[in-house]
């Protein structure tokens, strides 16, 4: 499988199928990309970001498949816990602690909860922790569904920073963590390359440090 960082929290999962999740870039479109299936992790813009314009098959909490559905989109609704498999990735709804709201709906627009994902195919486990803080039930992911790469935001502000995701990375115990939501704004500017070397100091996880547009091979059996 490749896996593409396109900037913020945006990631294209490349293999069997192609897979989108939170399909925003700064400035920038994500249109040129042609997913088979969009995830989108809650309703703020800088997640939802092009959902609707893509028109792909999107897999999102049910209030947000709701609102897509009535966009035209076909939407496979879920929530927290569950697992989905659709075309022959599986998707498995992971909490997230954060707020939410569909930022670009109609005004009063309910998001449902926000959330992440761990998203299965090709033999590959991709945890997408979507905007969240620290929570200790991040090793219960870690132990019921190993994941082999887990993106984390480290941005602070609106959610973990890079001390609390080193904790998080930790609790998850995958052997590969990508550090994502930070650097888009002056509000969430971090230097990554400190929590990069604290984590492989202290551990085996390997701390990939991407650009927006870089793109890593992630195996089965690294
Ligand atoms: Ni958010
Ligand atoms: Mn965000």
């Known amino acids: 499988?490749?896996?593409?960082?396109?900037?913020?929290?945006?990631?294209?999962?490349?293999?069997?199928?192609?897979?989108?999740?939170?399909?925003?870039?700064?400035?920038?479109?994500?249109?040129?990309?042609?997913?088979?299936?969009?995830?989108?992790?809650?309703?703020?813009?800088?997640?939802?970001?092009?959902?609707?314009?893509?028109?792909?098959?999107?897999?999102?909490?049910?209030?947000?498949?709701?609102?897509?559905?009535?966009?035209?989109?076909?939407?496979?609704?879920?929530?927290?816990?569950?697992?989905?498999?659709?075309?022959?990735?599986?998707?498995?709804?992971?909490?997230?602690?954060?707020?939410?709201?569909?930022?670009?709906?109609?005004?009063?627009?309910?998001?449902?909860a926000a959330a992440g994902f761990v998203i299965t195919f090709d033999g590959v486990k991709v945890y997408h922790a979507g905007d969240t803080a620290l929570f200790s039930d991040?090793?219960?992911?870690?132990?019921?569904?190993?994941?082999?790469?887990?993106?984390?935001?480290?941005?602070g502000r609106y959610t973990m920073g890079p001390s609390e995701a080193m904790i998080a990375a930790n609790f998850i115990g995958a052997r590969k963590v990508i550090p994502i939501h930070y650097n888009t704004w002056k509000k969430i500017e971090v230097d990554p390359l400190p929590f990069k070397q604290a984590i492989e100091r202290t551990t085996d996880i390997k701390v990939s440090v991407l650009q927006p547009g870089e793109t890593i091979v992630i195996d089965r059996d690294e």
Do not use: R
């Open 1 to 112: 499988m490749q896996l593409s960082w396109l900037g913020h929290a945006c990631v294209l999962l490349t293999g069997s199928k192609k897979i989108l999740i939170d399909p925003f870039i700064e400035g920038g479109s994500v249109i040129w990309t042609s997913p088979d299936i969009v995830a989108v992790t809650h309703g703020h813009e800088d997640h939802i970001g092009e959902t609707v314009v893509l028109a792909k098959k999107t897999v999102a909490v049910t209030e947000i498949a709701k609102y897509l559905t009535s966009k035209g989109l076909a939407a496979e609704g879920m929530n927290i816990g569950g697992t989905i498999i659709v075309d022959g990735v599986s998707f498995t709804m992971t909490p997230a602690i954060h707020s939410t709201g569909i930022s670009n709906g109609e005004s009063g627009s309910i998001g449902g």
């Open 138 to 155: 991040m090793k219960l992911i870690g132990d019921l569904y190993h994941p082999d790469v887990a993106l984390l935001p480290i941005g």
